[in-house]
Antibody, heavy 119, light 111 residues
Framework: QVQLQESGPGLVRPSETLSLTCTVSAYSINNYYWTWIRQPAGKGLEWIGRIFSSGRTNYNPSLRSRVTMSVDTSKKQFSLRLTSVTAADTAVYYC?????????????WGLGILVTVSS | QSALTQPPSASGSPGQSVTISCTGTSSDVGGYNYVSWYQQHPGKAPKLIIYDVTKRPSGVPDRFSGSKSGNTASLTVSGLQAEDEADYYCSSYAGSNSYVVFGGGTKLTVL
């Protein structure tokens, strides 16, 4: 069973950079898309972007100017950087997996990590 | 504001059926057969229950079924059980640029 675990600071100051890592266990990281999705409290889900194990990325157009994703296959980890954060970036951030052939669905998710943007 | 529109709530009694709608546009739901549904219990991660409009992942009961007509997709839960009480989110492929959009979620209450 694939397991994903998000990690990173739970509090980020406004205008600073949010950095999260997702660690994959019990499965290979190769030949899959690895995705970040967030959910503000009481609201719906928002796709942030994805990265293939080769490093190819796709980002949500609304966040593209502030988002960078990377992958380290040797550590079985992938990461999210979101710059110039504001209170609107406060959310639970999930990492998730998508099969290479899957179109827009995610079969395994992490438990999520709450990130609060506040001074 | 979410890209896909779902009713905020739905309810049904045990054993009954309930259908949740998900309305988009021809650029997402209506344009592709790539609608998926997720079930989320409080404090838990979303769980994939339907993909490619009608397909169920292994282990998901056949009480859950999906369909689509035009720009509206639907999730039907038959034979409602207490454990079906959860939030349900739809999502759809939205082209190579936006990739995937989600609905705002529907809280299903089992009366």
């Amino acid at each position: 069973q694939v397991q994903l675990q998000e990690s990173g600071p739970g509090l980020v100051r406004p205008s600073e950079t949010l950095s999260l890592t997702c660690t994959v266990s019990a499965y290979s990281i190769n030949n899959y898309y690895w995705t970040w999705i967030r959910q503000p409290a009481g609201k719906g889900l928002e796709w942030i972007g994805r990265i293939f194990s080769s490093g190819r990325t796709n980002y949500n157009p609304s966040l593209r100017s502030r988002v960078t994703m990377s992958v380290d296959t040797s550590k079985k980890q992938f990461s999210l950087r979101l710059t110039s954060v504001t209170a609107a970036d406060t959310a639970v951030y999930y990492c998730a997996r998508a099969d290479e052939l899957a179109v827009a669905y995610f079969d395994y998710w992490g438990l999520g990590i709450l990130v609060t943007v506040s001074s | 504001q979410s890209a896909l529109t779902q009713p905020p709530s739905a309810s049904g009694s045990p054993g009954q059926s309930v259908t949740i709608s998900c309305t988009g546009t021809s650029s997402d739901v209506g344009g592709y057969n790539y609608v998926s549904w997720y079930q989320q219990h409080p404090g838990k991660a979303p769980k994939l229950i339907i993909y490619d409009v009608t397909k169920r992942p292994s282990g998901v009961p056949d009480r859950f079924s999906g369909s689509k007509s035009g720009n509206t997709a639907s999730l039907t839960v038959s034979g409602l059980q207490a454990e079906d009480e959860a939030d349900y989110y739809c999502s759809s492929y939205a082209g190579s640029n936006s990739y995937v959009v989600f609905g705002g979620g529907t809280k299903l209450t089992v009366l």
